[in-house]
């Protein structure tokens, strides 16, 4: 299997700045996601990349031309029905509302925040794989250095997690990519792509506006805007000769089952 890049984005209600206590109104919430996702479709254009976009039905409904806008080109998954509230039968209904909106089938699901959710209700909505688990220690949100940190099945649903690096488990994630130096987090990529053979990685398109004006930590407003989508580009450039880009879908499909049980 050639060196995969899943590169995606959790494309929801800008609902960051409740969880510090300063409520927005909804019109807000889809503006600043709205603004960003445009900047981040302008730049996966000029470099002709592809994306996997995982979305809730909330902003779907509400700017459906867009959720076509990006089917035209990229992956769309489910992200639940709304980012800040949840219960089982969203799972269905977010999927849904996207094949609706898309015309496409919604085969691919991560759950808001990460938070835990039965595979098997996973499965029993009708996704065929589910990248909600980030297989490191992030303090008050999860701990799973126990759990697998390459793709395995969970009886039919193929679980992807967020990439790591091997070892010390070291997460890829946005916020690691907006506070290490970048030739670190490069560092970090690329040994993680070569030990693995694919990078599971995702940022969020609120990330891509000045976002410096809410009451939030300093780690998540850094490099915010602007900033943040010239380190992206950068690091986009950066990635290409590395390996391929490619949506979830497609690495479904190319995987070799026997390899899941690999020790990488």
């Not at 990330?207 to 410096?212: A, D, L």
């Amino acid at each position: 299997m050639d060196k995969l890049i899943l590169l995606s984005f959790d494309l929801e209600e800008f609902d960051v700045p409740e969880e510090y206590g300063q409520p927005l109104e909804d019109a807000i919430k889809f503006k600043v996601s709205l603004q960003g996702l445009e900047e981040v479709l302008s730049l996966l254009e000029r470099l002709n990349v592809k994306a996997t976009f995982f979305i809730t039905a909330n902003f779907a409904i509400h700017h459906p031309s867009k959720i076509l806008e990006i089917a035209r080109n990229h992956e769309v998954a489910s992200h639940g029905f709304y980012h800040s509230s949840f219960c089982v039968e969203d799972l269905a209904k977010s999927k849904q509302a996207l094949e609706e909106i898309t015309g496409k089938e919604v085969i691919g699901f991560r759950m808001a925040r990460l938070q835990a959710v039965s595979d098997r209700d996973i499965q029993t909505a009708g996704y065929q794989y589910n990248s909600s688990m980030n297989p490191t220690f992030l303090p008050g949100r999860y701990n799973n250095f126990s759990k697998s940190r390459i793709p395995y099945y969970s009886e039919k649903l193929l679980n992807i997690p967020v990439s790591v690096t091997p070892l010390i488990r070291f997460p890829l994630f946005w916020l690691s990519f907006k506070n290490l130096p970048l030739p670190l987090y490069k560092l970090a990529s690329k040994l993680t792509l070569n030990w693995d053979a694919y990078l599971n990685l995702y940022f969020h398109p609120w990330e891509f506006t000045n976002i410096r004006g809410y009451q939030l930590p300093g780690y998540i407003k850094k490099r915010s805007g602007q900033p943040m989508l010239d380190r992206l580009e950068n690091y986009l450039n950066w990635l290409k000769p590395q390996g391929t880009f490619a949506t979830f879908s497609e690495f479904q499909e190319h995987l070799n089952p026997a390899n899941l049980f690999k020790n990488f």
